[in-house]
C-alpha cells in the first residue's frame, strides 16, 4: 500500500510545481492505478517505458499530467486503506465520492477498479482511496 501511496504524493507534488510529466517506478498495481485515473480524466497519458542504467535496465511509468487552466486534474486524495488498517467495503457501500466529481479505487477479487466498476459487477472490495 505505501507505493501506491508514494505514487500518489509524486503526481500530486509534480502537478503543485506544474511539470508536464512524472517518472514513477514501475510495478502492475500502480501501472492499473495509473490507467484507472486516465479513463478517470485525473491524468492524460500513461505510458510503460524502460530505461537502462549503469547496473541495468529498469521499468518505470511515465505518467502525463492534464490541468485545466492553471489548476491540476487532481484536486486531492484521502486514503481509505492504510497498511496497518485496511478497510473493506461491500457493494451497498460504495457512495459518489464528491457528488460525483471524484471516484473510489476498490481492489476486488476481479482486479483493481473503480467504485462504479465494482458496483456494476457486484462486487465489493478494500477501498484503497478516494481520489477528486
Not at 518505470?60 to 499530467?65: E, F, H, S
Amino acid at each position: 500500500m505505501s507505493p501506491i501511496i508514494n505514487m500518489l504524493v509524486q503526481i500530486k507534488n509534480a502537478q503543485m510545481v506544474q511539470k508536464d510529466q512524472v517518472l514513477v517506478p514501475f510495478s502492475n498495481v500502480k501501472l492499473k492505478i495509473a490507467q484507472i485515473l486516465k479513463d478517470g480524466g485525473f491524468v492524460k497519458d500513461v505510458e510503460r517505458k524502460k530505461k537502462k542504467d549503469g547496473k541495468g535496465e529498469f521499468e518505470y511509468i511515465a505518467v502525463d499530467l492534464k490541468y485545466e487552466g492553471r489548476e491540476g486534474a487532481i484536486g486531492g486524495f484521502k486514503i481509505i486503506s492504510k497498511p496497518s488498517r485496511h478497510i473493506y467495503g461491500g457493494v451497498k457501500e460504495f457512495k459518489p465520492v464528491r457528488s460525483g466529481y471524484g471516484m473510489a479505487i476498490v481492489s476486488t477479487s476481479k482486479g483493481i477498479m473503480n467504485s462504479k466498476e465494482a458496483r456494476k459487477l457486484g462486487v465489493g472490495g478494500e477501498i484503497l482511496f478516494e481520489i477528486w
